[in-house]
Every structure is written in structure tokens, then in C-alpha cells.
């Protein structure tokens, strides 16, 4: 089962997407994209790793495909938080068009769901400010919107986190 | 029927009222000859003809209740373009303004209004 969790920045959808692999129970991964730059990430990463302290998750730094990802037992829920920071990474720093991106999100997605029961995604919502970017950063706000369409098809539960509630779009009475 | 689809950015609009409703011509908001904004059967980038209209000193509110008003049928999609720091530049400032004011009025005018989010729909009207 995929779940994808939307929303924008500090409306409470990473503590809702720690809930809900809680409450799948067994043996769960967060799986952190994010790369360690800088003290304001760093202060992120210290907020984000007191606030699942006591939640009972394993830890992975990974930062790019998710193919490679090295699964050391068998989890029942991973938590991949988020798909913006992994898509910018991908983007970024790899020399890759980004169709290419695209792809080796959703196929690295449809992989690990052959590998695990349950997973539950943290994805961003950067599209509603009416800036119009310069081309890079357009290009990687159109790429994680498409990200986002095709992982919301793939999905069983989508829902929108707007103070920590959701609003679902799919799937609402699916979560235990 | 009077349709209003909004969303953010990129949330599949285009393509969900594409599917869902087969419009046979869909103008541009961003790059049509501004009297045309209304002559197909679905308008896409309202937010951008707003922002057009106000460059020229038009006033989108009359401009866009005048053409609306002999009209029996309309599909209008439109961004959602109001959830950033308020802008410093008085221009982006008050076209924000516009764009949701206009939809206000829209999803009153409307028999329908959807909002897209990662290409699902909700139905709010």
C-alpha cells in the first residue's frame, strides 16, 4: 500500500506520516532524503529526529535512487520523507534530463512496494504562490507536480495535510 | 453548465477537464488576443489573462462579468496563485488580489467548482 501525504511547509505532515506507519505496526525505516548542508537543515534534522524519538523507526540517510536502497530486514512500513528533497537531489545533482527523473522516481517507487508491505510518502506542496521561477527552479517545481500526478494514481490513500488534519482525495477509509 | 477548475501550479487541470469534459477548442489565457479569452468552449490560464488585462489598465472584474454575461456555458481554469508572502511589488500585490477575488465571483456564478490536487478532483461545489 502507498500513501502519499501532501502539504504545504510545517502543516503537520510529517508527524501524521510517522502516525500512520506507527499504526501499521512492525518493523518500520524513515528513510531521510535531505542533505546535511547547512545549520538551518541541521536544526530540521534535529526537530524532525526528537519528534519520532520515541516512534520506534530505523534510520537511513539516503539521497538518490531508490533502487540502490539497501533494505537490512524486513520492514513492514518505510517512510520516505520527502519526495521533494529526493527529486532535487536527483535532479540536481546528476546529469540526467529530467524525464529520466521522473522515471526513476516512480520505478524506484513501484520497486520498493514489491519489497514492502506499506509505504508512506511525504511529498510537498509548492505550487499555489503565483511566483513565476526562473526556468531551473520551474522546471523542478513542474517536475515534482508531475511526481506528485503519477504517485497520486500509483496511491491508495492521498491526502492533503492542512494543520495536521487530513483532507483526503483518495483512499480515506483505508488508514487503520 | 458553468465550470470553474482551479488548483495550484501544474496539479493537472488541463488534462483532467481535457477527459472529463472533451472542450473542442480551449483558449489561452496567457497568450490570446484578449477579446478572444471567451470565444472557445473552455478558457485555460485565467490567471494570466487577469494579469494581461491589468497590465493594460483594464479592469478585469467588468471585463470578465461583461463577456461572461451573454454566455450560457463556460469552463474556466484558473491557477490558485494566493498562498505565498504578500508580495512587495504593488503590481504582483494587487493582481493576486484580482485572481481571487475574480474566483470568488466565479464559484458563485458556477454550477460546479473543482479543485485539483496532484491530479485528483474534489468537487467543493
Known amino acids: 500500500m502507498l500513501v502519499l501525504l501532501y502539504g504545504g511547509s510545517a502543516c503537520g505532515k510529517s508527524a ?23 545549520n538551518d537543515a541541521q536544526e530540521r534534522i534535529a526537530r524532525h529526529r526528537t519528534l519520532r524519538a520515541d516512534k520506534g ?5 539516503h539521497y538518490q535512487t531508490l533502487q540502490t536502497l539497501p533494505l537490512s530486514k524486513h520492514y513492514n512500513t518505510l517512510l520516505l520523507e520527502c519526495v521533494g528533497n529526493l527529486t532535487a537531489n536527483i535532479l540536481f545533482e546528476g546529469q540526467i534530463p529530467p524525464h529520466q527523473v521522473i522515471d526513476e522516481v516512480l520505478d524506484g517507487t513501484k520497486w520498493l512496494l514489491r519489497q514492502v508491505p506499506h509505504l508512506v ?33 500509483l496511491a491508495d490513500v492521498v491526502a492533503e495535510v492542512v494543520c495536521g488534519l487530513a483532507i483526503y482525495h483518495k483512499g480515506g477509509g483505508l488508514l487503520p | 453548465m458553468k465550470l470553474l477548475v482551479v488548483g495550484g501550479a501544474a496539479q493537472g ?16 489565457g496567457g497568450s490570446c488576443p484578449l477579446e478572444e479569452a ?17 497590465a493594460e489598465n483594464r479592469d478585469p472584474v467588468e471585463f470578465v462579468e461583461h463577456a461572461l454575461e451573454p454566455l450560457e456555458h463556460w469552463m474556466i481554469l484558473c491557477d490558485e496563485v494566493g498562498s505565498g508572502v504578500v508580495p512587495i511589488d504593488v503590481f504582483e ?13 466565479l464559484a458563485q456564478k458556477a454550477d460546479q467548482v473543482e479543485r485539483l490536487c496532484c491530479g485528483i478532483a474534489q468537487r467543493l461545489k
Open chain 1, 121 to 153: 510518502y511525504v511529498t510537498n506542496d509548492i505550487f499555489s504562490d503565483g511566483i513565476a521561477y526562473p526556468e531551473e527552479t520551474s522546471l523542478y517545481q513542474r517536475c515534482i507536480a508531475q511526481i506528485n500526478r503519477e504517485l497520486a494514481q
Open chain 2, 38 to 54: 471567451f470565444s472557445g468552449d473552455a478558457l485555460n490560464h485565467f490567471h494570466l489573462l487577469v494579469r494581461r488585462l491589468m
Open chain 1, 57 to 61: 523507526f530505523d534510520t537511513l540517510e
Open chain 2, 13 to 28: 487541470k488541463l488534462d483532467y477537464v481535457r477527459h472529463r469534459y472533451a472542450p473542442r477548442r480551449i483558449v489561452d
Open chain 1, 16 to 38: 501524521m506520516a510517522e502516525d500512520v506507519c506507527v499504526s501499521f505496526g512492525g518493523e518500520r525505516l524513515y528513510i531521510a532524503t535531505m542533505r546535511p548542508w547547512g
Open chain 2, 93 to 105: 500585490r494587487q493582481w493576486r488580489e484580482q485572481v481571487g477575488r475574480i474566483c470568488c465571483i
